[in-house]
């Protein structure tokens, strides 16, 4: 009468399957769903559906679609929409009053407006800031990110990444030490931003045209086979890209001033990778129906969360200082909360879901090699499929956990796992350590019900 | 223990670990070659004393209470050793790692498909509130339910069988115990034989009931489908019995369609009433309390009358009605009549017989949440029945006791003995007062079942059980009794004898 | 070196007894997936504190006496942190969290609950169901403590004083965990007793077969590991884990039931059942002495 025979799932009390052949049956080690939010649980099953399976199924074929091309390096104002006129710089995040910031991202939106000469002084940047007489608005509002403060202004020069007409933009990184993404704004910065601005762009986009454009997808591929897993440890793709653009870049004037700045940047690709995932996630923003999440982001007092179904709204909840290692003379005490659009890379698969690849950030943040397997693996859990291009050794070479599905975060109680670097909480001082951190579970269970909702309307 | 055996003992001072990691600790070095016995406690003055006992511990050895003590016995000292290594290998692997627990089982239903995709039912016994969520996720896979859960509101139940009727699955319960699907029994059920009869039952002891009095009879059931208590009812509107009578139809093994239930909604029987006329093979309704009746349809009021027809149907006979010549009507000392039931149709049958033949008793459905008041479900404890058993035995209004005996899957692995020493207790009771208690009933079981009828049955008859093949036959004495003039005492003593 | 924890940066949750006194100089015992366990310090100016243990929890784990409940996130703060730290030499200060902001006190004594028979019912029910053997040899395995379980609360609630005292010297630091399956078996009659002392319901025999527990436990406290001292000293004085509070919801609500059921799988790994089966059967035992009666009719 059972097509297939009778072959039961067992969900709860052995008891119940005691008359059955052991070998019928599976026993599952059940847990209550939802992080124990029943409402949520009961609208992640309904939303469970054919329909939601297609729509993540047609949003993760977009983002694995998208192949990024580093094409150019040109000053914000003339690419990143919006920044051409009147006075608005972006930051990292979800949207945040300039009253609630936190003192790396004053500081870095204070250092950003004296380099542009809108103030004299911090002083004043503070306070056309808290007029509202320079607006800011979040990097992922228009087709930007930046790491940490992420702090893009008008004159920057800024990473383009293209495919079939879509472009995404990133900062420049600026190198460790005192930098105006950890909210420092001194001589030192602003002289550095300068020499970015004058030298350090216009090299990078003329060894550019020179050379050609660079296909970001197999550079992050072939350096998860050295080694980086893409968020945390940029030192193989840094290099990748260092020689691929090399010969190009020596032929300009202050060519060598230029590899020089590349040669003691482990993290200049970060940045690049960073605009290249924005791109491969935008490609799912609002496909209805679908659950797959197109970005986590923090603004160093919130976290917040898109999801493709949900188009552009923001799921968001406090976040904390990431855990982790600290370099000599810091702790945690020290620490920011988590700041920074960085974790776009986990949003697309690399970053802390791809930890298997790279044991040597595994001892970075505290751990051993069979952790960094054990967190790819179950990152897994809550993913949709791998991601075609970026395949893990450790693996078996198949591709890392991509496309974060909130239905299954929900369901299994397993949260995505991100890979960070840790700023002081003091503006200026800059990096202090770096560690693993977990988005909010409330930002989840938000998530369900935005998408319920937006499903009932429909 | 031969002489050949070793013992080995390792104390690690001050160790703090888990128990889960004790535990794992354990069975790691349990499977170790050569290994007996492995024992992995906290060094504190009870365990080292069980250790002593079962010749664990080598004499002299000090321990104090937080220290954590590990000891093998083993076909030789090198096995012994090898497993105590393996043992403190895992203690020191947690203090390198960061102890993150490996996942081994699967956790939810789409994980569990993932390791064995080809599950066709899935089994629900989550608490309440979850369970509308697990039974949809079942649901939406493909699955047929059985939902053992209960605390289900009704705006779910209909909700989800709505969706399962939609895609032609079963949804059995909420609060369903009773499933034989294809030979597979889920819950309370009994190793009953195949054959070509189907139940659909919104009653578990019911469905019991019908199906080891078919067994009995030599007929054999092809499915038995729970459906809930609920699913007759106005608002459910039988969403289940309609899919489970679309499956049995199509079920080139099931010749016979029983249903059976507790009395329903008026609608919802009329409805299914005349479906189940026009089906093209025997059906019978049995539906408790209705008055007996044959048309298109066979419907019977009671549990054994159903069982009967459908034997009928398939040329057999129950031996309780076959004309096997029941024992004369004892003569009772006093004409109350009390039933202590702990299967809820059962007793609900009982009433209908004593009803009908307008004869007056107490019949007590134990296992209902009013008697259950501190106690496991007497089908599972049955002491909680006895000492209501004892207590009738002392008073002076009753003449006859009716019990029931349910075993199968599920069952107390020995339910006659309580009972049989109870009625012992209560008898003795009553004949230090001059009276005599007559105790009669039935066993609703089979021979394969796991606690075997023939010796619940065996225990039962030695304490003085008046038994009977089925709990309508059981019954059926007690009215003749209550019906006769009472007597002398000699008159019972023989007829008793 | 002095590793110092800060307060943690989201409002976490102190039990009412922490002992400030030992907060300053603890050392790591054991960190676990959702707890730590730390000890003051045993250092020769430790005087009579050395030892008291503070637990700190996260995430589902709950409060325990004389402990911190921090958030998950929190939690997992403190947990990496504990395990980049050599427990052998470090001392830990958390004397600060008392004085942050964000500590609410919580007082974890038993309050007054009315004993459901429903409820109580259900529960020795689900444990009937659920009796797997618990550990690799017959011999150490947590049913032969829990075995005794109604035994006690029989003799407890009888006031039998020889009984209770022979009983309670078998359960003491006795069976298979960290925390010994006997010494779990009585935290879970103790949180029943005192559930229905402080409500009235337990007759004056029950009262005096509880001092008489009391006494014996109190007596056998050096027989069995720290943290199982730390719990039943603190159940003594009436006050449980939160995790002891919810599952002890499982004998006065019926819906509480499957959940604390569900919970108690995941303490230990036999500690939440053996707790339930104390409770259990004291609950039963306190009911049956009022309530054995036949009812008259249908």
């Known amino acids: 009468m059972i097509a297939g025979g009778v072959r039961v799932l067992n969900v709860g009390l052995p008891l119940i399957v005691d008359g059955v052949d052991p070998d019928a049956v599976v026993q599952l080690d059940w847990r209550p769903p939802a992080f124990g939010d029943a409402d949520a649980a009961r609208l992640m099953a309904s939303l469970d559906t054919e329909r939601t399976a297609e729509a993540n199924d047609r949003a993760v074929t977009a983002m694995h679609a998208v192949r990024p091309q580093l094409t150019s390096i040109r000053p914000a104002r003339e690419v990143v929409p919006g920044l051409a006129e009147g006075r608005l710089l972006l930051h990292a995040g979800p949207p945040i009053e300039v009253e609630r910031m936190c003192g790396p991202m004053l500081g870095a939106l204070m250092g950003a407006a004296v380099f542009e000469g809108w103030a004299a002084d911090g002083d004043q940047a503070r306070a056309l800031l808290e007029s509202g007489e320079i607006a800011v608005a979040p990097c992922h509002h228009h087709q930007a990110v930046g790491p940490m403060a992420?702090?893009?202004?008008?004159?920057?020069?800024?990473?383009?990444?293209?495919?079939?007409?879509?472009?995404?933009?990133a900062s420049l990184n600026e190198g460790l030490g005192k930098v105006l993404r950890f909210g420092a704004y001194d001589d030192e910065v602003i002289t550095r931003l300068r020499w970015m601005r004058e030298v350090l762009g216009p090299v990078l986009d003329a060894a550019l045209r020179r050379s050609g454009p660079i296909d970001i997808t197999s550079l992050v591929a072939q350096a998860l086979m050295m080694g980086d897993e893409g968020h945390n440890r940029n030192v193989a793709a840094t290099s990748l890209f260092a020689r691929r653009l090399g010969p190009a870049i020596a032929v300009e004037e202050s060519g060598t001033e230029v590899l020089g700045f590349l040669a003691g940047n482990d993290h200049f690709m970060l940045n690049v990778s960073m605009a290249a995932a924005k791109l491969a996630t935008d490609a799912a923003v609002g496909i209805a129906d679908s659950t797959v999440v197109t970005a986590m982001s923090r603004n160093g007092v919130e976290f917040g969360l898109r999801v493709a179904g949900t188009g552009e709204q923001w799921f968001t909840a406090p976040v904390g200082p990431a855990d982790g290692l600290f370099f000599p003379g810091y702790s945690i005490e020290d620490a920011n909360p988590d700041l920074g659009d960085s974790a776009i890379t986990e949003t697309l698969g690399v970053g802390g879901f791809a930890m298997a690849a790279s044991p040597a950030i595994t001892q970075f943040v505290g751990g051993t090699p069979d952790d960094a397997l054990a967190t790819t693996r179950s990152m897994r859990r809550i993913t949709v499929r791998p991601h075609p291009a970026y395949s893990i050794p450790s693996l078996n070479f198949t591709g890392t956990p991509s496309g974060i599905d909130v239905l299954k975060v929900l369901d299994t109680g397993v949260l995505p796992v991100i890979n960070t670097g840790i700023a002081h909480r003091l503006a200026g001082i800059g990096q202090i350590g770096a560690g693993i951190v977990t988005a909010p579970p409330e930002v989840f269970q938000q998530a369900v019900r935005g998408l319920a909702d937006r499903r009932s309307t429909v | 223990m031969s002489s050949a055996d070793a013992l080995s003992v390792r104390v690690f001072p001050r160790l703090y670990r888990d128990s889960v990691t004790l535990m794992a600790l354990a069975a790691s070095a349990q499977k170790a070659d050569g290994v007996v016995r492995v024992g992995a406690v906290m060094a504190t003055p009870a365990n080292l004393a069980i250790l002593a006992e079962a010749g664990m511990l080598p004499e002299g050895l000090a321990a104090s209470p937080d220290d954590l003590i590990i000891s093998v016995r083993a076909t030789d000292e090198t096995a012994a050793d090898a497993a105590l290594d393996v043992a403190e290998a895992g203690l020191s692997a947690q203090d390198a790692g960061t102890g993150e627990r490996v996942e081994v089982l699967p956790q939810t239903l789409a994980e569990g498909l993932a390791v064995d995709a080809t599950c066709t039912v899935a089994a629900v016994s989550t608490p309440g509130t979850y369970a509308p969520v697990v039974v949809e996720q079942a649901l939406r896979r493909g699955l047929h339910v059985f939902c053992f859960s209960d605390n289900v509101s009704v705006a779910d139940e209909v909700r989800l069988k709505r969706m399962a009727a939609e895609r032609n699955l079963l949804l059995m319960?909420?609060?369903?115990?009773?499933?034989?699907?294809?030979?597979?029994?889920?819950?309370?059920?009994?190793?009953?034989?195949?054959?070509?009869?189907?139940?659909?039952?919104?009653?578990?002891?019911?469905?019991?009931?019908v199906s080891c009095l078919l067994d009995a009879a030599g007929a054999g059931v092809s499915q038995i489908i729970g459906v809930g208590g609920r699913d007759l009812s106005e608002d459910v509107g039988g969403l289940t019995t309609n899919v489970a009578l679309d499956l049995v139809l199509a079920d080139p093994g099931t010749e016979v369609v029983v249903l059976v239930s507790k009395p329903a909604s008026p609608a919802v029987a009329d409805a299914l009433l005349a479906r189940l006329g026009s089906v093209g093979r025997p059906v019978v309704a049995c539906l408790l309390g209705l008055e007996d009746s044959d048309g298109a349809v066979t419907v019977r009021g009671t549990l054994e009358g159903g069982a009967a027809a459908a034997a009928s149907a398939v040329g057999l006979e129950l031996a309780t009605t076959s004309g096997t010549p029941e024992p004369p009507p004892a003569t009772l000392s006093a004409r109350g009549v009390v039933g202590l039931y702990t299967g809820g149709t059962l007793a609900s049958e009982a009433k209908v017989i004593l009803g009908r033949a307008d004869v007056a008793a107490e019949i007590l459905d134990l296992g209902d949440d009013k008697y259950t008041a501190g106690r496991p479900h007497p089908m599972i404890d049955p002491s909680a029945r006895a000492e209501h058993v004892e207590a009738a035995g002392s008073r002076a209004d009753v003449g006859l006791l009716l019990v029931d005996l349910v075993i199968g899957h599920g069952a107390a692995a020995d339910p006659a003995t309580p009972l049989a020493d109870a009625v012992r207790a209560a008898r003795a009771a009553a004949e230090r007062d001059g009276r005599t208690l007559v105790v009669v009933g039935s066993v609703c079981g089979t021979a394969a079942d796991p606690q075997g009828i023939d010796g619940q049955r065996a225990i039962l008859r030695e304490a003085g059980v008046l038994l009977f093949a089925s709990n309508a036959a059981a019954v059926r004495y007690a009215v003749a009794c209550a019906s006769q003039p009472p007597g002398s005492q000699a008159d019972r003593q023989e007829e008793l004898s | 070196m002095i590793p110092v924890v800060p307060a943690p940066s989201h409002p976490f949750r102190a039990a009412y007894d922490v002992e400030r006194a030992v907060l300053s100089a603890l050392r790591i015992v054991h960190v676990g997936q959702s707890s730590a366990l730390l000890e003051a310090h045993r250092g020769p100016a430790a005087g009579p504190r050395a030892g008291v243990l503070v637990p700190v929890t996260w995430s589902d784990r709950g409060l325990a006496p004389g402990g911190f409940a921090l958030t998950p996130h929190d939690g997992l703060r403190v947990r990496r942190l504990l395990l980049a730290t050599d427990p052998g030499s470090a001392l830990l200060d958390l004397s600060r969290w008392l004085d942050a902001s964000g500590a609410t006190p919580v007082d974890l004594r038993m309050a007054p609950l009315r004993i459901d028979p429903a409820a109580t019912g259900r529960l020795a029910l689900l444990l009937a169901g659920g009796e797997e053997p618990t550990g690799t040899d017959p011999a150490l395995d947590a049913r032969v403590q829990r075995a005794l379980a109604p035994a006690l609360a029989d003799a407890v609630v009888q006031d039998q004083e020889a009984r209770v005292h022979r009983l309670a010297q078998r359960l003491i630091g006795a069976g298979p965990g960290a925390t010994p399956a006997g010494d779990d078996v009585l935290l879970g009659t103790l949180a029943a007793l005192h559930a229905a002392d402080r409500a009235g319901t337990a007759t004056d025999r029950a009262h005096r077969g509880r001092a008489a527990l009391v006494t014996v436990v109190t007596?056998?406290?050096?027989?069995?590991?720290?943290?199982?001292?730390?719990?039943?000293?603190?159940?003594?004085?009436?006050?449980?884990?939160?995790?002891?509070?919810?599952?002890?919801?499982?004998?006065?609500?019926?819906?509480?039931?499957?959940?604390?059921?569900?919970?108690?799988?995941?303490?230990?790994?036999?500690?939440?059942?053996?707790?339930?089966?104390?409770?259990?059967?004291?609950?039963?035992?306190?009911?049956?002495?009022?309530?054995?009666?036949?009812?008259?009719?249908?």
């Open chain 2, 173 to 209: 319960g909420p609060d369903c115990g009773t499933a034989i699907l294809d030979g597979t029994p889920l819950g309370f059920a009994n190793a009953v034989r195949p054959g070509p009869i189907a139940m659909i039952a919104a009653s578990g002891t019911g469905a019991q009931e």
């Open chain 1, 150 to 169: 992420g702090v893009v202004a008008p004159s920057m020069p800024v990473v383009v990444v293209e495919d079939g007409g879509r472009q995404a933009f």
């Open chain 3, 219 to 298: 007596d056998g406290l050096a027989r069995t590991t720290a943290a199982s001292r730390h719990d039943l000293a603190a159940a003594l004085g009436g006050s449980f884990a939160e995790r002891a509070h919810r599952m002890t919801a499982a004998i006065t609500d019926v819906h509480a039931v499957g959940p604390a059921y569900d919970d108690a799988l995941g303490w230990g790994a036999t500690s939440g059942v053996d707790f339930l089966h104390g409770l259990a059967s004291t609950a039963q035992a306190l009911l049956g002495h009022w309530q054995n009666r036949l009812p008259a009719t249908a």
